[in-house]
């Protein structure tokens, strides 16, 4: 069995998952997110700057000094100077191979490049050159709800098969009704919606932007519409649970936190790895966020693999669930046959 099966069940080393939060850019694209990102909520260029470093190969020193100096222009373009100027799929895939993801999904950006293009077209158009491998979703801002709608639908039109929200960087409240175009839109034309939950760092803003009981409302008015709990809703794990078991399009997607530390007694994710098992079995799935962290998605795939969920639950987290959500399971069963064996939270 190869990585490219996207619905078999395999055991180390052979696991593999599908990566339901993949951020693939050009350095241009890699610029105008990092420069989005840093207007908005600069702490998280401070926060993981070493991680970023480390992940781009950039000088720290350097960066930080720029930083430091408040030239966000220049720490950014020092930042991203080493990545690719131009991506290559064939290389791209070639690195999913190894670091054991069989599938991914892009997420675009609602940042504009300096041509004045978005770099959501950009990501449509990569993933389109591997559609059995990727698939891309586009970046929204809600700050301003007419402009995300048409753009929602322009990126529909290119290729792109599910959106991405955060609220925190708009500054918006997402279940507020000028949204609902928005959310309907996404419902009517079968797109899911990632929408960043949980914890973030932008110290001007209510960490409440990113409360799950944003996820209830949205789910309660939109039934239809399929959403991806992004980042899985820390610290607040016991609303998330009871959002996303009260929802049956709710989701949750646990990219940018390691797997090993999730384990560990007092990390505030027990609720998940107990509900995990049992009533959101099949709602629960695997995300790098590819920045974020410094060590590869093999490495976070084998921490899933580590938590001692049993292969059957194991299986579904890191790949049998994305399978179903995205349609890529083509009507076969992804679940083991020790599926019925596994407990019920």
């Not at 970023?52 to 000094?65: E, K, S």
């Not at 041509?115 to 801002?141: E, I, K, S």
């Not at 693999?305 to 994305?322: M, Q, S």
Request: glycine share 10%.
């Amino acid at each position: 069995m190869t990585v490219h099966d996207l619905t078999g069940t395999d055991s180390a080393p052979g696991l593999s998952a599908i990566d339901m939060c993949a951020l693939v850019y050009d350095r241009e694209s890699w610029g105008a997110y990092f420069r989005d990102l840093g207007g908005q909520a600069p702490a998280y260029l401070r926060a993981f700057g070493r991680h970023l470093a480390t992940v781009f190969g950039t000088d720290f020193a350097v960066y930080r000094r720029h930083l430091d100096a408040g030239d966000l222009d220049t720490a950014v373009d020092v930042l991203v100077s080493r990545r690719p100027a131009h991506l290559d799929v064939a290389a791209h895939l070639r690195a999913m191979d190894e670091e054991g993801i069989a599938y991914q999904v892009l997420m675009g950006s609602s940042a504009r490049l300096p041509d004045g293009t978005g770099v959501n077209a950009r990501v449509a158009a990569f993933a389109a050159r591997a559609p059995d491998r990727m698939q891309a979703w586009a970046g929204l801002n809600l700050s301003d709800p007419h402009a995300a709608l048409e753009e929602l639908e322009r990126c529909h039109a290119l290729g792109m098969r599910g959106a991405t929200v955060i609220a925190f960087r708009d500054g918006v409240e997402a279940e507020d009704q000028r949204f609902d175009a928005v959310f309907g839109a996404a419902e009517r034309l079968g797109m899911p919606v990632w929408l960043h939950t949980g914890h973030h760092l932008c110290t001007s803003r209510p960490n409440e932007l990113s409360h799950p009981r944003i996820i209830d409302v949205i789910a309660g008015r939109h039934p239809g519409l399929k959403i991806v709990a992004g980042h899985g809703g820390w610290p607040w794990m016991p609303e998330m649970i009871s959002v996303a078991q009260r929802h049956p399009n709710v989701f949750v997607e646990f990219s940018t936190h390691r797997p090993s530390l999730m384990a560990r007694p007092g990390s505030g994710w027990e609720p998940l790895l107990l509900y995990g098992r049992g009533t959101l079995r099949r709602k629960v799935m695997f995300g790098t966020a590819t920045w974020v962290h410094s060590v590869s998605a093999r490495t976070l795939i084998q921490e899933v693999a580590d938590l001692g969920l049993g292969p059957a639950v194991t299986h579904d987290w890191l790949r049998g669930n994305a399978a179903r959500l995205l349609g890529l399971d083509a009507g076969r069963s992804t679940t083991p046959d020790t599926a019925a064996r596994t407990p019920t939270g």
